[in-house]
């Protein structure tokens, strides 16, 4: 199945996606509260390895998943639902629900709480809500297209004062791509003056690039589901995202993004570890 990006549809009238809106946050808080039962519980668990040992899965993610998926079913019967472990499920309003029930799953059977349940609703490859919620912290970050975005209801901006030699970057790793990759990045990175995090939740890393904590975010290789609601989040708050908009959503693909003063020279260094891998 592929998901191809729409010709660009009717933007939804806004009293829909007030009603979207209103409706999936309380679905979302929900689902991370019983999340966070699992969490709890998490010794009880029974992971499964999906591509290797540092890409897992357990009841957790999957029930977590079919309580939103029920949710928003219920609720929006003609929207499509595309969740990462559950996959997609075309719907008939050219809007589709992009889930991830469990973002940092490693890092959530390991015990850290730098995880979130994430829950965008694209149109298209455009994401017009985006909802993150990190229960452990206790942090409920939330956009609209056109409304701005907000922590636990506060306006939330990027940092407009960063550059690469003074904030971090976060970094997304994972065994999708060649480890030489992100090496070749780090390299670049760290001879330019920058420093990074990986905090293992792609989503929960564009959340911070969105409130100001985190100057910026690549990743080789991330989901739809990952990264659908922070790019929201990072455009509401003033930053920049590259084109995410990879013919097939479901392929996957590279993500940039930052705050306005750290995206040119993050772009740049990028793509000089490009031409440095492709060298001979
Ligand atoms: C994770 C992403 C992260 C990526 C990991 C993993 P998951 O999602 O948030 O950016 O580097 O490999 O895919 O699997 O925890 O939902």
Known sequence: MSMMIE????????????RRREIAREVVREAGVSALGFFRRRAELEIEAKTGGQDVVSIADRSVEDLIRARLARAFPEDGLLGEERGLSEGRSGLTWVIDPIDGTSCFVHGFDNWCV?????????????????????????????????????????????????????????????????????????????????????????????CGRLGGYYEPHINIWDCAAGLCLIR???GFTDDFTAADLLAGGAIAAAARGVEVELTALIAAAAVAEDAP
């Open 236 to 238: 509401e708050a003033g």
């Open 118 to 210: 994430s829950v965008a609703l694209m149109q298209g490859g455009r994401s017009l809500l985006g909802f993150i919620f990190a229960p452990c912290r206790d942090e409920f970050f939330e956009a609209e297209e056109g409304m701005g975005a907000t922590l636990n209801g506060a306006p939330i901006r990027t940092d407009t004062h960063a550059t690469v030699q003074d904030c971090f970057i976060g970094l997304g790793a994972n065994n999708r791509v060649p480890p030489r990759r992100v090496a070749l990045f780090l390299e670049k990175l760290l001879e330019a003056g920058g420093m990074f995090v990986r905090n293992g939740s792609g989503a929960l890393s564009l959340a911070e690039v969105a």
């Open 7 to 18: 010709d660009a549809a009717a933007m939804p009238r806004r009293e829909e996606l007030a």
